[in-house]
């Protein structure tokens, strides 16, 4: 199998989220073929792209710190298996490396993510529908108060949190792939996928991914003006209503619990209460670390002790990667996200390409506050060389294009019969 198929693969079965525990199909794919993808980029290496060694050299640096933190972290066995998650998945960087830096390789992984968002569906609508659940962490989304327990879905991914984390980061790509879809009924699967995903955002109201997916329909639109998009948007919003409107009496319930969530006197909402306090004791982790993190794994183990009232998760991304990994860590992050970000604004890619890489780079650090925990999760680190495999299409049409107007031949030097001809 191809680099860019094992890498396909890998993408579509996230669908499967952490099914599997350790041994994760998107893991074991990622490892069955790392190999041979490895002997293929040693014969390759001369043809080794910028944005590639780039993205491999700030995730290699980001790995060897993690590494390095295993000789204080205070839970090594913890932080040995956290760091092996981690290294499995940012090999994808070297798939992303081995693949074609063609249009068409690009949109067939793109494809890939919607593929994935959209095998989540139908087990979504069906925990919307029954109120049955796949989840692992918790039978029931009890809020309490006058609004007892609500709808969710979380497919196989821990928590609805993290699902909406998986939806806002796959949303942008479906709506590639309709943009660049050519038959009718493959559109409407993929506008069907982006409708149902955004009725389950609804559901699950999670504030950041709401804010988000309302970022990606703006920019959207603000972009693709069109009687089109604007009737599709329409279209959208009505089917929501109508999504919504299977729950009978609690989409009153649903309704009333957004406006409190949203609202500034929501006084009985202790979530973002939370994630401030865990912002806080993340910022306090660095401190007493001298910038360089608790060490692997020992995040979690420092809020039980430290923080015992708090949530045990980080719920923060940067956070996450700075107490773990220490703050140059998660600097380079930093650094690598603005270098593709650069790249993308600066390069002749295709829209439908460049929109995913536009309209989702900047907001990485609210997309990462939407779930529970993000380092140890696969798909980040697949979508980020996705990203990089984007940026480095984009270069590449540069050089080609570079490379053609040097070809040209100067008017000037020709002679005049073939003047006239040109």
């Known amino acids: 199998m191809s680099p860019s198929r094992a890498l396909m693969l890998a993408i579509a079965l996230l669908s499967l989220g952490g099914l599997g525990g350790s041994f994760q199909p998107t893991r074991l794919v990622l490892l069955v073929f790392l190999l041979p993808t490895v002997h293929l980029l040693i014969f390759r290496c001369m043809q080794l792209h910028r944005t590639d060694f780039i993205t491999m050299a700030g995730l290699g640096i980001i790995a060897s710190l993690g590494v390095l933190s295993l000789a204080w972290t205070p839970t090594p066995a913890a932080g040995l298996n956290r760091m092996s998650v981690v290294l499995i998945g940012m090999t994808s960087a070297i798939y992303v490396a081995a693949t074609p830096k063609t249009i068409e390789a690009a949109r067939q992984v793109r494809d890939a993510w919607s593929a994935a968002l959209a095998l989540t569906m139908p087990l979504a609508v069906y925990e919307l529908a029954t109120d049955n659940h796949f989840t692992y962490a918790f039978d029931e989304r009890f809020v309490g108060g006058d609004f007892g327990a609500l709808p969710f879905a979380s497919v196989f991914f821990g928590n609805f949190n993290d699902y909406c984390t998986f939806i806002a980061l796959t949303l942008p790509m479906a709506l590639g792939s309709l943009e660049s879809a050519r038959h009718r009924g493959v559109r409407l699967l993929w506008g069907a996928t982006i409708v149902l995903a955004l009725v389950v955002l609804v559901v699950n109201l999670n504030r950041l991914a709401l804010i988000f997916a309302a970022w990606v329909g703006l920019y959207y639109l603000g972009t693709r003006q069109s009687l089109r998009r604007v009737a599709l948007v329409l279209a959208a919003i009505a089917f929501i209503g109508l999504g919504l409107g299977m729950f009978g009496e609690q989409a009153d319930t649903l309704v009333a619990y957004a406006v409190l969530k949203f609202s500034s006197l929501a006084a ?71 270098y593709l970000y650069i790249r993308a604004l600066m390069s002749r890619l295709v829209a439908d390409l460049r929109s995913p890489v536009i309209v989702s780079l900047p907001f990485v650090p609210i997309i990462g506050a939407i779930g529970s925990q993000a380092i140890g999760y696969t798909y980040w680190w697949l979508w980020l060389g996705t990203m990089a495999l984007f940026v480095g299409v984009g270069s590449a049409a540069d050089r080609c294009g570079r490379h053609a107007a040097r070809t040209v031949p100067d008017p000037q030097s020709l002679p005049r019969d073939r003047l006239i001809e040109q």
């Open 268 to 338: 009985d909402d202790e979530s973002a209460g939370q994630r401030l306090a865990l912002i806080a004791a993340g910022v306090q982790s660095l401190f007493l670390s001298a910038g360089m993190g608790l060490g692997v794994g020992s995040l979690e183990t420092f809020l039980q002790r430290q923080h015992p009232e708090l949530i045990p998760n980080p719920h923060n991304l940067m956070i996450e990667l700075a107490a773990n990994f220490g703050l140059p860590s998660a600097l380079v992050f930093v650094v690598l996200l603005v």
